[in-house]
């Protein structure tokens, strides 16, 4: 594994700015950036694809569309993201499909909360037939991301990568594929052969490890690979084994890693990606 496929997701380094995280991409020699909507509208959708094409980087993803099981399955903002994504050129729209509805990321039961999970999920199925075919329209590939089953009823009723496949299976493999990100899928016993299974639809490969103890913010668990208990080398391995060629994207949520100097977190990400994503 070289550091040709180094990905750095945006929200690594949260308090750079767009223009700051594509020079410290190019200044550090990463050939690649994940891009956060947030940041993009920021600096404007048209400057911000300029910048990084002039830069010379790939867009490895744009995080993030989704949270199909609300009002109106989320279409408008979707199909917005969509149109986003193909302005960019990103290699996928990462998709995080929703929790429970009623259930806003991080919130409490709300209006029109409801427990009906299989409900939720049937939400995601509808949703997606109908903007699979607009981002096909438009040459942007979807990416079904499952998270991590704490998160089941606030940000992701899709919580197993084999959920994510019967979904994404429904459709042609260059419209709709799948995230394996580590910190999400290292504990399930078929992930290995889930993975085999994704042959030709992985979109996206993330990577950062699982922090034990979590903090109380479990979203704030994800830790710089080597620091937590996920074994890298057999999932990448499995990754590879599948076929899938594209970026490698570093993607870590942690207070203390956000606090830190920019540069040294890029400098110690490129130094445990070589030592531990093998």
């Excluded at 991080?106 to 999970?117: N, Q, T």
């Excluded at 709709?176 to 993975?195: A, R």
């Excluded at 994800?222 to 076929?243: E, K, Q």
């Amino acid at each position: 594994m070289t550091l040709a496929r180094l990905s750095l997701n945006q929200w690594t380094t949260r308090r750079w700015s767009l223009r700051e995280a594509v020079d410290g991409c190019v200044r550090h020699g990463v050939a690649a950036i994940g891009l956060w909507r947030e940041r993009v509208a920021e600096h404007g959708l048209a400057a911000a694809a300029k910048l990084v094409t002039d830069a010379g980087l790939r867009v490895s993803s744009l995080c993030r569309g989704g949270f199909l099981t609300g009002p109106g399955l989320g279409l408008k903002d979707n199909r917005a993201a969509i149109d986003e994504a193909a302005a960019l050129n990103a290699a996928c729209l990462v998709l995080v499909v929703g929790g429970l509805p009623g259930v806003a990321p991080g919130g409490a039961p709300g209006p029109g909360f409801s427990r009906d999970l299989p409900g939720a999920r049937a939400r995601v199925a509808e949703a997606l037939a109908l903007l699979a075919p607009y981002a096909a329209e438009r040459g942007v590939r979807l990416a079904l991301e499952p998270l991590h089953p704490v998160y089941c009823a606030d940000r992701a009723v899709l919580s197993t990568l084999g959920q994510a496949l019967d979904l994404a299976e429904r459709f042609p493999a260059e419209q709709v594929g799948v995230v394996v990100d580590t910190f999400h899928v290292w504990w399930d016993p078929e992930v290995l052969t889930q993975i085999a299974r994704a042959a030709g639809r992985i979109a996206s490969y993330q990577v950062s490890d699982f922090l034990v103890p979590l903090p109380a913010d479990p979203l704030l668990g994800r830790g710089m690979m080597g620091d937590g208990v996920i074994d890298f080398g057999p999932l990448t391995a499995a990754v590879d084994a599948a076929g899938y060629r594209g970026d490698i994207e570093v993607e870590i949520f942690n207070a203390d890693v956000w606090a830190a100097d920019p540069d040294e977190v890029l400098a110690t990400m490129k130094r445990r990606f070589a030592a531990a994503v093998r």
